[in-house]
């Protein structure tokens, strides 16, 4: 960390050190963690200062080691597991879904999974179809896990020690295009329960989160140049979903626009709009838009890609949509 | 142009022929990634020129391949043309995969190559599969499956083992052993290191190869096809090889000793196969600046040929998500012919 400000890998390396000194229990284990320094830099350095016994290199095993560590957070220690990215992380589903998410009920409350699960999602940085896909909205699916999404620094370097309390699994999900992000965090603690407003404002709601948050700025910005003053949410918390914060905003400003860089059918997207439905009907003065990626396998070719997920532009031109109707 | 050279020509001259066209190859690309013309994760195979050479040399043309994100060579040798592999890379919907994949995702049908697989490990089912349907379909052909030494240790690796050794199918799993994967030596990911002994626990014939040496590749590759070819079920070679590069042009390279590099690089497959034609006389210096130029030439026209080549147009992005008619592919109508009894 430099004294003008930090990384959003920094401010994650410096979380994932911090909790390291602060609980013998923490281990950090995954492919190319150690002598690497891990495939986004994020753990560079902490193989020197922690020793490979606790930044532990895996195999290309990511079902057994995300099992193990599932084992390891039943046997007392409190692992922060590492998977490259997100598409890999299908390779260790059923341990996910099946076991970490699953016991503490099955077990009729006997063995609780306190578990972290970091891993890169997103695209925008033509790796195409198996490097580049947002599937944090499928996670979010599954009863038994809380999902995080960090777009901003101070995310970045607060929600993992509150993570490693929580006595649940937890996934953070790091969108690829934020860890160069730069800039000087607030510090102070984060909670991991809640959607934070970034920008006030009563014409629209855009919701978004990860990837998608600078972009639901800059548009908001944008829009403001034309009298549109959007209000901005970024949810953070993808499961549970803080509701509460929703509501409210809608009830300021009746017109929602859901932003999203995963799939529209089935999604997080969905769940959202459903939600307000139920909940904030008679709120609402416009149907609500959703602009999400099209529904293709992440293509490589510069063009391909950026027409295929939310764009500054695309998110200004869907927002003055749903004001306009 | 492979076949011509091979007809030509002796084996030394066309293996020596391939690998200097990978080698030229990628280092133009390492030139046009700098350019910015080739964006994303580029994974080069310099070093280890010697396997693709002489693995796909036992192969014909009716022959399968499946491989790995670090394909251009192996794509170049089973002859899908240069110009569909930059023009690929550059992005442009005359790439191999219209420029859906880039250089992770090679993918060419009249050639059989089915591709630049980027999930570790996730090439080796379909390896599998085209060999149950080659099976199935009375045809006897062999299906090449590349991967590295860190595939082994995925599950799918050894799930695919045991499923081609207990239906015997005509797999040949070449196994690409660099000694890394990405930053992890094989040592400190594989508590055996004898990669084909592990293979051998499957009941796979297996053997390790010297991967630097082209000849003794193709001649374990030949030897392994023709076993396939004759019934006796999948084989493993462990080609033991190098990179030279980095894994990736990510890739700061920061966990090997440089020493070690440039000790590998004294066996560098493609010096030491001129030095033997040399000292056998199957090769002089006119006759290697007759290859260079050959091999420069149709590089050029492959960067040319990308360089002009139209973009996709972008209202096609959704296109090839479900197949453009229901019988693409050339799939027979479901019903025409009756089930063999
Ligand atoms: C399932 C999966 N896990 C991790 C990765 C990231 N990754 C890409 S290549 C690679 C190393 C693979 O090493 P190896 O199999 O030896 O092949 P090599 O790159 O050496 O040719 C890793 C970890 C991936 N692509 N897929
Ligand atoms: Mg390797």
Redesign the interface.
């Known amino acids: 960390m430099s004294e003008t400000g930090t990384t959003y890998r920094e401010a994650m390396r410096e979380a994932i050190r911090e909790a390291m000194r602060r609980d013998e229990r923490v281990f950090l284990m995954g ?2 963690v150690g ?3 891990g ?1 986004f830099a994020v753990s560079l350095g902490l193989l020197e200062e922690f020793g490979p016994e606790r930044v532990r ?8 080691f995300v099992g193990a560590g599932i084992g390891a957070a039943l046997g007392g220690m409190r692992p922060i597991v590492e998977i490259m990215t997100v ?2 992380s299908l ?1 260790a589903l059923d341990q996910i879904i099946n076991n970490a998410a699953t016991l503490l009920h099955m077990s009729g409350g006997q063995f609780g999974v306190p578990l972290v699960i970091r891993m890169t999602t997103g695209a925008g ?7 580049s896909h947002s599937l944090e909205g499928w996670y979010a699916h599954i009863p038994g896990l809380r999902i995080l999404a960090p777009a901003t620094l101070e995310d970045a370097r607060g929600m993992l020690w509150p993570s490693l309390e929580d006595p649940d699994p937890v996934l953070i999900f790091e969108h690829g295009a934020l860890y160069a992000l730069s800039g000087v965090p607030r510090p102070g603690p984060v909670d991991i329960t809640r959607a934070a407003i970034r920008r006030s404002g009563e014409d629209i709601t855009l919701i978004a989160y990860g990837g998608t948050v600078g972009k639901t700025l800059s548009a908001a910005d944008a829009l403001a140049a034309e009298n549109i003053e959007a209000e901005v949410i970024d949810l953070r918390v993808l499961r549970p979903l803080d509701d509460v914060t929703i509501m409210r905003s809608v009830g300021r400003t009746h017109r929602v626009l859901v932003v999203d860089e995963g799939w529209r059918s089935g999604s997080l997207s969905a769940e959202i709009s459903s939600r307000i439905v139920e909940q904030a009907f008679y709120e609402l003065d416009a149907p609500i838009g959703r602009l999400c990626a ?4 992440i ?6 890609e950026e ?2 997920i939310p764009q500054v532009a695309t998110i200004i031109a869907a927002a003055r949509e749903v004001v306009t109707s | 142009m492979a076949v011509k050279h091979r007809a030509r020509e002796g084996a030394s001259r066309d293996l020596l022929y391939q690998m200097l066209r990978i080698r030229r190859f990628e280092e133009r690309c390492v030139e046009l990634y700098s350019g910015e013309k080739i964006r994303g994760f580029m994974h080069l195979y310099i070093g280890e020129e010697a396997v693709a050479a002489g693995v796909c040399h036992a192969l014909t043309p009716d022959d399968a391949v499946v491989s790995t994100y670090r394909e251009h060579g192996h794509a170049l040798v089973r002859d899908v043309p240069a110009t569909a592999i930059m023009a690929e890379m550059y992005g442009k919907a005359a790439g191999c995969s219209r420029g859906r994949g880039g250089s992770m995702h090679i993918f060419d049908a009249p050639h059989r190559f089915y591709g630049g697989n980027a999930i570790v490990g996730g090439g080796l089912p379909l390896a599998v599969g085209l060999a149950l349907a080659d099976r199935f379909q009375g045809r006897n052909r062999v299906t090449a499956c590349f991967f590295g030494d860190g595939a082994v240790a995925e599950g799918e690796f050894h799930e695919c083992l045991n499923l081609a050794a207990l239906w015997r199918l005509p797999v040949l799993f070449a196994c690409e052993n660099n000694l890394y994967a990405m930053g992890t030596a094989l040592a400190r990911s594989h508590a055996e290191t004898d990669l084909a002994l592990r293979a051998a626990s499957y009941d796979v014939v297996a053997w390790p190869v010297d991967g630097m040496d082209v000849s003794a590749v193709a001649d374990s590759a030949s030897r392994a096809a023709e076993s396939i070819r004759a019934g006796a079920g999948p084989h493993f070679l462990e080609l033991r090889t190098y990179r030279f590069r980095a894994h990736s042009m990510y890739d700061p390279d920061r966990y090997r000793d440089k020493a070690e590099i440039e000790q590998w690089k004294k066996r560098d497959p493609i010096n030491a196969l001129i030095t033997r034609m040399k000292a056998a006389q199957e090769i002089d210096d006119d006759g290697l600046s007759v290859l260079e130029k050959e091999i420069s030439a149709e590089i050029d026209k492959a960067i040319a040929f990308a360089e002009q080549a139209p973009v996709e147009p972008v209202e096609d992005l959704a296109r090839f998500v479900y197949s453009d008619t229901p019988r693409a592919g050339g799939t027979r109508p479901m019903g025409a012919v009756e089930a063999a009894p």
Do not use: I, K, M, W
Request: glycine share 2%.
């Open positions: 492919e190319d002598a690497y320094g495939c290199d895996t195999p290309l095993s990511e079902s057994a598409n890999f390779l940085r033509q790796l195409a179809a198996q490097h099209a529904e293709v396998p293509p490589y070719a510069r063009h391909l027409a295929a």
